[in-house]
């Protein structure tokens, strides 16, 4: 009896050690923004700069615990045309994957449209967090996403390799960045 006693009590913390980290990393950190403190830019291509585009029906998500957990999906009027002759494209698109609850953003889906020429992906902000580059993309219906994804300084920085030249000081780079911006 006390073999069984042991085993059951390795299952039960097995179960909820795993429940615990299925939690943790699924909906623990992530916070649903309040849509009037979120705004939607893209970089302009004549300033250089972040501006505010016409973004409604606007819902997004964000953790402190990563600077990529960041996804958001919006509505816009804005048409493709004046879009990308505006502001800043953005080359490679990865769309990360959200938590199923947020079931607006699906990543999947919204990569097979960029690849198959069906939105444009466009810089939200470079380095919006140091090697965080902030992406959004538009649908031809107006639809719109945002996330965030390491740009190749953020790569370098993350899997150790020397970073380029061209790279900012990680030690000089303070950029304060709250939840809700952008």
């Not at 879009?83 to 698109?93: Q, R």
């Not at 609850?101 to 198959?116: T, V």
């Not at 790569?155 to 000081?169: I, R």
Request: hydrophobic share 40%.
């Amino acid at each position: 009896m006390t073999g069984r006693a042991a085993i059951i009590l390795m299952l039960l913390t097995a179960l909820l050690a795993g429940g615990g980290i299925y939690y943790s990393q699924v909906y623990a950190y992530y916070t649903e923004l309040d849509p009037s403190e979120v705004t939607v830019e893209l970089t302009s291509l004549s300033t250089g700069q972040p501006e505010a585009i016409i973004a409604e029906n606007i819902r997004a998500i964000d953790a402190n615990s990563s600077p990529i957990r960041y996804r958001a999906c919006f509505e816009t009027t804005m048409s493709e045309a004046m879009l990308s002759e505006t502001y800043v494209a953005f080359d490679k698109p990865v769309p990360n994957v959200a938590p199923g609850w947020f079931s607006c953003f699906d990543a999947n889906a919204i990569g097979e449209a960029l690849e198959e020429g069906q939105g444009l992906a466009f810089l939200g902000e470079r380095n919006i967090q140091y090697g965080v580059d902030r992406v959004v993309a538009i649908m031809p219906d107006g639809r719109g996403y945002a996330w965030q994804q390491l740009n190749s300084c953020g790569e370098k920085l993350y899997d150790g390799s020397p970073a380029d030249p061209s790279c900012p000081d990680p030690a000089n780079f303070a950029k304060p960045v709250s939840a809700g911006s952008n």
